[in-house]
């Protein structure tokens, strides 16, 4: 039978681990008390399959918890951090400086209809010059600019004019 997977058990437990899982069963946390049950209940020969269908997971959850026991012991049972543990960068560095030399000129040199750079309009633009494979988000835009040392500002308006009435000029004709 093709594709079969090889059963997989945890390795045998020491008496101090099987004292502490045994405890880990009365536990107020799920997600510890969840794990202790996948790991006993492999420890006394029980499949993964047949252990999903008991505790309410997925083959590949009990079988992540069985390799994480057998790699870490008692640690697995704390559950880890739940960040990615590496980010894939969208730009190569080659693109990303080329980025930022994009953000040097005005969106109106690609055909854009404003003057103002946005982190999704940016994120279009570097799509379009081909700096990207996909279409990435104006975040992705941020944290790229961010690992070259460049903060991103939110454009403000600070035209001024030297007429004297120009203030009051300009607050009639916004309002």
């Not at 079988?63 to 960068?89: C, D, M, W, Y």
């Not at 000129?105 to 750079?117: E, F, I």
């Amino acid at each position: 039978m093709a594709g079969m997977r090889k059963p997989l058990y945890v390795r045998e437990l020491l008496d101090e681990e099987r004292e502490r899982l045994e405890a880990g069963l009365r536990s107020g946390r799920t997600f510890e008390m969840r794990r202790c049950q996948i790991i006993l209940a492999s420890a006394r020969g029980m499949r993964a399959p047949a252990i999903a269908e008991l505790v309410g997971h997925s083959d590949q959850t009990v079988r992540n918890v069985i390799k994480a026991f057998n790699e870490r012991g008692l640690k697995a049972l704390k559950p880890g951090s739940r960040r990615p543990h590496h980010t894939q960068a969208a730009f190569t560095p080659e693109n990303a400086e080329r980025l930022r030399e994009m953000l040097h000129h005005s969106p109106r040199n690609y055909g854009k209809p404003t003057s103002l750079w946005t982190l999704d309009l940016a994120a279009d633009v570097s799509f379009e010059l081909g700096l990207t494979t996909v279409l990435v988000t104006g975040e992705t835009i941020r944290v790229t600019l961010l690992r070259l040392g460049v903060r991103w500002n939110r454009a403000k308006h600070w035209i001024t004019s030297p007429d004297p009435a120009y203030e009051r000029k300009k607050s009639v004709a916004t309002t």
